[in-house]
């Protein structure tokens, strides 16, 4: 167990340092990025059910951003490993409840579920990707602070922000406790489940003095209310060009298969 929460606050770093590159896309304006991840996933999500192949354009943008961030698509998909098997499970009965024939394939008949669940799929990992990639090439202070630009209320925001800070102090805290219990508890795999609700009471008992010496320290420094997430980014004429380029194909998308027509075109 100390080893799990030992990677987990690596990985928590290793966000941290993703997000420090210097590729074109860490570069942009993070409204800009943004702007379009939002757009992305609305786009992807709105795409009929049973129209996988207009949705295969959409693979597009995360696949080009990867190529010029640098982020390795593996690393993605590391990261949300436990987040991927809740998205892939979204669909899985609907094969079960919708047994409409769709077309044959041979002698396998491909029913509208079946499609259904594919799209379902398709929709859940390309916004994940996307998500990932707003994450890993924009630090939380810049997402916080076009966040507060656009009047979503401080109190949200502030939250995202320490929930994202100090999920590795908490994380540092439960190793401190899992070590401790294990020196008390010699050749014990884990934590004794009759242990686990004092374990977790002491977690949160520890976790509110830290935030009481967090909270006293950011009140020293002229806390008010209102935190300075970061210095503000102006949009210069390639982010602009990027959010509208992004959005109009998005669009573009959405109502023309693109995907179906880059084929038909190449095949001629």
């Not at 799990?4 to 606050?9: D, K, L, P, V």
């Not at 210097?22 to 009929?48: E, Q, R």
């Not at 998205?87 to 002698?107: E, H, K, M, Q, W």
């Not at 884990?190 to 242990?195: D, F, S, V």
Request: glycine share 6%.
């Amino acid at each position: 167990m100390s080893q799990n929460i030992e990677r987990s606050i690596h990985e928590l770093r290793e966000m941290d340092a993703l997000a420090s590159g210097n590729s074109p896309l860490h570069k942009a304006s993070a409204g800009a990025k943004l702007l379009v991840t939002v757009a992305y996933i609305l786009t992807t999500v709105s795409f009929d059910k049973y129209n996988p192949s207009g949705l295969m354009f959409m693979l597009l943008y995360p696949a080009l951003l990867f190529a010029v961030s640098g982020i390795p698509v593996s690393t993605c998909f590391y990261k949300l490993r436990f987040v991927l098997p809740i998205v892939c499970a979204v669909g899985i009965f609907n094969p079960i409840l919708d047994r409409t024939p769709a077309f044959p394939l041979g002698s396998f008949v491909v029913t509208t579920g079946m499609i259904s669940m594919i799209t379902l799929l398709m929709k859940g990992i390309f916004c994940l990707m996307a998500s990932f990639l707003l994450v890993a090439s924009t630090r939380i202070e810049a997402i916080c602070a076009v966040l507060r630009r656009i009047h979503v209320p401080s109190m949200l925001v502030t939250l995202l922000l320490l929930t994202y800070r100090y999920a590795a102090v908490l994380a540092e805290e439960a190793n401190v406790m899992t070590q401790a219990y294990s020196l008390r508890a010699p050749g014990q795999k884990g934590i004794h489940y009759k242990a686990w609700g004092s374990f977790l009471g002491q977690l949160l008992l520890r976790s509110m003095d830290r935030a009481e010496e967090l909270y006293s320290s950011m009140l020293l420094r002229g806390y008010h209310g209102e935190l300075y997430y970061a210095q503000r980014d102006g949009s210069s004429a390639g982010d602009v060009l990027f959010a509208v380029l992004w959005c109009a194909l998005f669009i573009a998308a959405r109502f023309v298969n693109l995907t179906r027509l880059l084929g038909t075109s190449v095949m001629r």
